[in-house]
């Protein structure tokens, strides 16, 4: 049974794969080396950042002076979302709540994680298959314990 306690700290993203619901296919959306955080606070929130491990720098270091393609493939190649999490340790149930979402869709949504811990990894994915790329797919996402940051 995991704990409420066992989530708490930083988990750097080692893996992120999805499942084609329909033919099995396994995909890396994020590529074979992602990069990602996930943060559980005592106080009760989340925030979840994960990318491509290889992303391409903006031409301009301006935050805002990027191309339309620019910002396209910024935005195909990142997921970012934050707010409160619930964790009901008698059913082992998780769930984000997303107070702030780079897709705004999700923003306001309460999703349920799969949760399990196994060592130094925690392991999540969605409880139900989403729609990724036009396919229902689950994903699988595994995260290795932070060491702390002192």
Same mark, same amino acid.
């Given at each position: ?5 066992q989530?708490i700290?930083?988990?750097f993203l080692?893996?992120y ?5 329909q033919s099995?296919e396994v ?5 074979? &080396?992602?990069? %990602?955080?996930?943060?559980y606070?005592?106080d009760?929130?989340?925030?979840a950042? *994960?990318?491509? @491990? ?14 339309g393609e ?13 707010g ?10 998780l769930e984000h709540e997303?107070?702030?979402s780079?897709f705004? &869709?999700?923003? %306001? ?12 990894? *925690?392991?999540? @994915?969605?409880?139900?298959?989403m729609p990724f790329?036009?396919?229902l ?14």
């Amino acid at each position: 049974m995991i704990t409420r306690e066992q989530l708490i700290g930083a988990w750097f993203l080692e893996s992120y794969t999805e499942t084609d619901v329909q033919s099995g296919e396994v995909s890396y959306p994020m590529g074979t &080396n992602p990069a %990602g955080l996930i943060l559980y606070t005592s106080d009760g929130y989340m925030s979840a950042q *994960l990318s491509s @491990g290889g992303r391409d720098r903006f031409k301009s270091d301006d935050l805002y002076g990027g191309s339309g393609e620019e910002y396209t493939a910024a935005g195909r190649s990142y997921i970012a979302y934050s707010g409160p999490f619930y964790f009901d340790e008698g059913r082992g149930r998780l769930e984000h709540e997303m107070f702030v979402s780079f897709f705004p &869709n999700w923003r %306001g949504q309460r999703q349920v994680r799969v949760v399990a811990i196994d060592g130094g990894r *925690l392991h999540l @994915g969605p409880e139900h298959p989403m729609p990724f790329n036009g396919r229902l797919k689950t994903a699988s996402l595994i995260w290795k314990r932070a060491a702390p940051n002192l």
